[in-house]
C-alpha cells in the first residue's frame, strides 16, 4: 500500500514555550488506514493533527501528505483531504441547511450535487428531519453528526477526524463509528484522535501513541498489545507506557 | 471564485439578519440619535421658531427710554416679556427674585428718570452731569453666555435708538427757537426706521454650486450620525469574526479550499452593502420624514457622483476599522467595548457632536486625526457647499489609505496568528 502521510523529523515550537509540543516525530499512513493518534493531554496529538491538514506551520521537518509537500496554502490539497475540528464548527444561528450549503459551495460543489449529497449524508445520519433547525437547538449528539458531515460533503481521499466522538451518546457515537467504517470500506483513509481507548482499539487500524511530543509506540492494535507483554487491553498498555501522573 | 464568494456573501446575510441585537445597534440606534439630534439642535440652528428667551420687565422711567425698551422687547420675537404686575411695590426686588427662582431668564429694570438724566447728558454743551441712574439687567446664572450677549446687544440697540431721537428731539427744540416752522424741517425718525440701517445687508449662504443650501439641524446631522453608525459596524463585524475563531468555524474555513481574503472580500461586501442600507435609510428621513415633522427637507447637493464615492470610500474605511478590530481584538468584550469607545472618541474629536470650529486650538489640530472628521468634513463639503468629486479628493483619498492601512493591519495580523 502507498503512503498517504509521510512524516520524518517533525518538530513544532509553540511561540513562548521552550518543550516542543511536537519532538522529532517519524511515521507514515498507509492508504485506506484508520490511523488513531493516541496520548494524554498535552502529548501532541491535535498540534500533529492540526499540522497533517495544514491548519498549523512547522519549524523543523518533512511532511508530505496526498503528495503534497506542507505547509502549502493551495487549494488542490485542501480539496483532497476533510476535516472534523473537535469544536462543533458550525454557525450555531443558521440551520443545518444553511451550514451545508454554505460549506458545501465553498468546497465548490455545485448546487444540484450539493443538494444530493446533503440529502444523501442527513438520511444516513439520521438528521434529515432537522435540516431546517438551527445547530444551537441540536443535542450534543446531533451536532457531532451535523460537524462530521460538514467536514465530509466533497468525499475526500482523507479524512482528519480530531475527537469526533468526544462527549455524545452511545447511539450517535455508534452511528458515527459505523459510517466512518463503511467510508473506510470504500478506501477512505481516516486519521482519528480519541481519549476512548476501548473505541480506538475496535476502531482503528494502526495506532501511534504519543507523549511529550514523542512517538511512544506504534503498530496495530493487536501488535501493540501482545509485543509488550505486559497488557491486556490498549488501556492497560496506555497507562503503562505514558505512566499514572495526571496531566494538565 | 464567484461561487464561494456568492456563498459567503449569503452566510454573512443569514447571521446578520438572525443577529436582532446587531441590527438594533446598525439601524434602530442611529435613527433614534439622528431625531433626538435634529430636535435638540434645531433651536441652536434658528431655523424655523425664533428662540424665546423668558424676561422679566419693570418700567419706573415712564419716558422714551423705558417705553421703548418695552417695546423692542415685546415686539422682538426672541424675546418673552412679562411686564411686572402693577401691585408690586419694589420691583428690582421682584425681578430678582424671579429670575433667581429660574421663572424668567433675564429681568430689565428700567429705573425712575433714566429718560430725563439721559437727555440732561445729551443737551449738556459744558461738564457733563453725573450719572446717578442705571439701567439694570439680571441673569439667571445658568443662561449661556450667547444668550447674555443677545439681551444685551438687544437693549443696547434699543437705547442707541432712544438716545438718537432723543437727539432729533433736542434738535427739533432748538430750531423751535427759530419759529415753529423751522423745528419741521427736522423728522423725528420711529424706531422702525432706526432699525432699518442706513446700509442695507443682505444675508445669504454661498455654496460651489451656486445652490442656496441653508445650514440647519437636518442638514447637519443627517450625515453626521450616519457616519457615527456606519462606523458603528464596528461591533457586529469585529463580534462575527471574533465569534468564528471562538467557535471554531475559523479553523474549518481554514481547512476549505478558500482563501483568506475572499474570506474577508465576502464580509467586506456585506458589511459595505450595510453601510450603504444605513445612510439610504439616513437620508430617506431627512428627505422624506422630516418635513412631516415640521423640520427642513434635507438637500443632498447637485453631485450624486460625489456623493455616492462618499458613501462608499467612507464604508470601506469603517468596514476596515472593523476587520482590524476583530483581528487584533482577543475576547468578544474586547471588540466591543475598544469598538464601541475608540468610534465615539473619533465621533467626539471629529466634530460629530460639536462642530470642530468650536472646539479649543489643539482640539482642532486632533481632529485632523480622526477618519469621521475627514468623513464629515466630505459629506458637508458635497451637501452644505455643492461640492463635487474634485472638491472631495482629498478626503476620499485620506479615507481610501485608512482602509488599505487597516486591511494590511488585519492580512498582517492573520499571517502572524498562523505562524
Known amino acids: 500500500m502507498a503512503a498517504v502521510v ?9 511561540k513562548g514555550l521552550n518543550l516542543p509540543a511536537v519532538d522529532n516525530l517519524s511515521f507514515e499512513i498507509e492508504k ?6 493516541l496520548g494524554p493531554n498535552g502529548a501532541g496529538k491535535t498540534t500533529t493533527l492540526s499540522i497533517l491538514s495544514g491548519l498549523s506551520s512547522f519549524q523543523h521537518g518533512i511532511v508530505t501528505v496526498n503528495g503534497f509537500s506542507l505547509p502549502t496554502a493551495q487549494k488542490a490539497f485542501k480539496k483532497t483531504i476533510g476535516v472534523v475540528p473537535q469544536e462543533i464548527a458550525l454557525y450555531p444561528n443558521l440551520t443545518l441547511q444553511e ?14 450535487e450539493l443538494k444530493t449529497t446533503i440529502q444523501t449524508y442527513l438520511e444516513l445520519l439520521g438528521l434529515a428531519a432537522h435540516r431546517h433547525r438551527a445547530i444551537k437547538t441540536f443535542s450534543g449528539g ?26 455524545i451518546d452511545v447511539q450517535s457515537k455508534a452511528v458515527i463509528l459505523e459510517y466512518l467504517k463503511q467510508l473506510n470500506a470504500k478506501g477512505t483513509t481516516l486519521i482519528y484522535t480519541s481519549h476512548h481507548l476501548a473505541e480506538a482499539e475496535r476502531f482503528c487500524s494502526h495506532i501511534l501513541i504519543l507523549d511529550h511530543g514523542k512517538r511512544i509506540a506504534a503498530g496495530t492494535p493487536q501488535e501493540l498489545i501482545t509485543r509488550t507483554g505486559q497488557a491486556g487491553t490498549l488501556e492497560e498498555l496506555f497507562l503503562h507506557l505514558t505512566g499514572r501522573s495526571l496531566r494538565d | 471564485m464567484l461561487n464561494r464568494m456568492y456563498a459567503i456573501i449569503i452566510k454573512e446575510i443569514q447571521i446578520l439578519l438572525r443577529d436582532k441585537a446587531g441590527l438594533a445597534v446598525l439601524y434602530l440606534m442611529p435613527l433614534i440619535l439622528v431625531f433626538l439630534m435634529v430636535f435638540l439642535q434645531e433651536r441652536s440652528f434658528n431655523v424655523l421658531k ?30 418673552q416679556c412679562t411686564l411686572i404686575p402693577d401691585s408690586v411695590n419694589r420691583p428690582v426686588d421682584y425681578i430678582a427674585q424671579k429670575v433667581a427662582s429660574g421663572s424668567f431668564k433675564a429681568g430689565v429694570y428700567v429705573p425712575a428718570q433714566l429718560t430725563a438724566q439721559t437727555k440732561e447728558i445729551l443737551l449738556s454743551s459744558s461738564a457733563v452731569p453725573a450719572r446717578t441712574v442705571h439701567l439694570q439687567l439680571y441673569f439667571d446664572p445658568a443662561v449661556k453666555q450667547s444668550f447674555q450677549q443677545l439681551v444685551q446687544s438687544a437693549i443696547r440697540e434699543t437705547i442707541a435708538h432712544a438716545e438718537t431721537r432723543l437727539v432729533f428731539m433736542n434738535m427739533r427744540e432748538q430750531l423751535s427757537t427759530f419759529g415753529p416752522q423751522v423745528a419741521t424741517l427736522v423728522a423725528l425718525p420711529d424706531s422702525a426706521a432706526l432699525s432699518e440701517s442706513m446700509i442695507p445687508v443682505e444675508k445669504s449662504f454661498v455654496s460651489k454650486d451656486k445652490s442656496e443650501i441653508v445650514p440647519n439641524a437636518v442638514q447637519h446631522n443627517i450625515p453626521s450620525w450616519s457616519l457615527f453608525a456606519m462606523f458603528f459596524i464596528v461591533i457586529p463585524l469585529a463580534g462575527s469574526q471574533i465569534q468564528e475563531r471562538d467557535e471554531g468555524t475559523f479553523k474549518r474555513l481554514q481547512a476549505l479550499p478558500v482563501s483568506y481574503t475572499e474570506l474577508l472580500l465576502g464580509k467586506m461586501a456585506v458589511y459595505v452593502l450595510v453601510c450603504w442600507t444605513q445612510f439610504l435609510a439616513m437620508l430617506s428621513i431627512g428627505v422624506y420624514i422630516m418635513p412631516l415633522l415640521n423640520m427642513p427637507a434635507l438637500e443632498t447637493g447637485s453631485h450624486a457622483d460625489a456623493l455616492v464615492l462618499m458613501v462608499t470610500v467612507t464604508a470601506l474605511a469603517a468596514v476596515g476599522y472593523g476587520l482590524m478590530v476583530g483581528s487584533i481584538a482577543r475576547t468578544q468584550q474586547q471588540a466591543s467595548s475598544f469598538g464601541s469607545i475608540s468610534v465615539i472618541i473619533a465621533a467626539a474629536i471629529g466634530g460629530i457632536w460639536v462642530p470642530v470650529f468650536i472646539m479649543p486650538e489643539i482640539m482642532q489640530t486632533i481632529s485632523l486625526l480622526s477618519p469621521l472628521n475627514w468623513a464629515l468634513n466630505g459629506f458637508q463639503e458635497i451637501l452644505l457647499r455643492g461640492g463635487a468629486i474634485r472638491d472631495v479628493l482629498p478626503f476620499i483619498v485620506a479615507l481610501t489609505l485608512f482602509f488599505l492601512f487597516t486591511l494590511t493591519l488585519t492580512l498582517l495580523k492573520f499571517r502572524l496568528r498562523n505562524h
Open chain 1, 99 to 112: 451550514n451545508l450549503f454554505f460549506f458545501g459551495r465553498l468546497y465548490g460543489l455545485q448546487a444540484a
Open chain 1, 142 to 167: 446531533m451536532q457531532r453528526r451535523a460537524n462530521l458531515i460538514a467536514g465530509i460533503l466533497h468525499r475526500p481521499e482523507l479524512i482528519f477526524l480530531d475527537e469526533p466522538t468526544v462527549g
Open chain 2, 50 to 79: 425664533e428662540v424665546e428667551i423668558p424676561i422679566v420687565f419693570a418700567d419706573d422711567d415712564q419716558g422714551l427710554i423705558g417705553k421703548t425698551l418695552q417695546q423692542t422687547l415685546q415686539e422682538n420675537k426672541l424675546f
Open chain 1, 6 to 14: 509521510k512524516v520524518e523529523g517533525l518538530t513544532k515550537y509553540y
Open chain 1, 32 to 37: 485506506g488506514a484508520i490511523f488513531g493518534l
